[in-house]
């Protein structure tokens, strides 16, 4: 039986709500070969990052290098498809019979995010608040995404349950205090094992209970 108190579920969107993070990483596979040819597995790198992260990171200062990357990026987002992870969608509408609270919190911005939700209008109803890159100060792995979420849901900090497939999404989730399921629909499931409280492949057969097994 799931206590009476609020709780509430915070989804990363790519690769957790939607199966995009492949075609992510070979749209920056292709940026790496052309940026930095010697650089593996560039898109893997930058994962879980924002688009203004990745540009201070490893285009600081490379003005126009940032344009032709950012309207190339927009060009690939309208032609990407949107698929469920699967059971997501199913598990959200279980969340919502209970009464447990639903937030997207992810790295992508709003521009990007309303292509989601005409791809998916049926996914605005199934959560209560989306809390996008254009909304915080401090990216992932910094917590504050996480915690805008909690605050923004009124809901507290150890009522939280995050469900993230990034590393650095891991860690925000592990360092905002919150109980943290990882995915291992982007890393194999050796690599995020120590970040996480609970590893799941993906939704299918996923139920309630994963709260009270959670909060103990």
């Known amino acids: 039986m799931i206590r009476q108190e609020k709780l509430a579920v915070l989804f990363d969107f790519d690769g957790v709500v939607v199966d995009t993070e492949s075609q992510y990483t ?11 040819p010697n650089q593996i597995d560039f898109g893997k790198v930058i994962k879980g990052q924002t688009l203004t992260q990745i540009y201070k990171t490893y285009f600081e200062g490379m003005v126009e290098a940032q344009q032709r990357i950012t309207q190339a990026l927009r060009s690939f987002e309208k032609d990407m498809s949107f698929d469920y992870i699967p059971g997501v969608d199913i598990f959200m509408d279980e969340l919502r019979k209970h009464g447990v609270k639903i937030a997207i919190v992810t790295s992508s911005d709003e521009q990007k995010m309303q292509r989601a ?12 608040c989306i809390v996008t890159a254009d909304q915080v100060h401090h990216s992932k792995p910094h917590p504050e995404c996480f915690l805008k979420a909690a605050e923004l849901l009124k809901v507290p900090v150890k009522n939280c349950v995050v469900f993230e497939d990034s590393l650095n999404g891991l860690e925000a989730g592990i360092r905002s205090g919150m109980k943290v399921v990882g995915l291992s629909t982007t890393n194999p499931a050796e690599i995020i094992r120590e970040k996480c409280h609970l590893i799941i492949a993906d939704f299918r057969g996923v139920k309630i209970d994963i709260m009270q097994v959670l909060q103990g």
């Open 117 to 128: 939700f005409w791809a998916h209008p049926e996914l605005e109803e199934k959560v209560d």
């Open 26 to 36: 070979e749209f920056w596979n292709k940026i790496g070969k052309q940026y930095f």
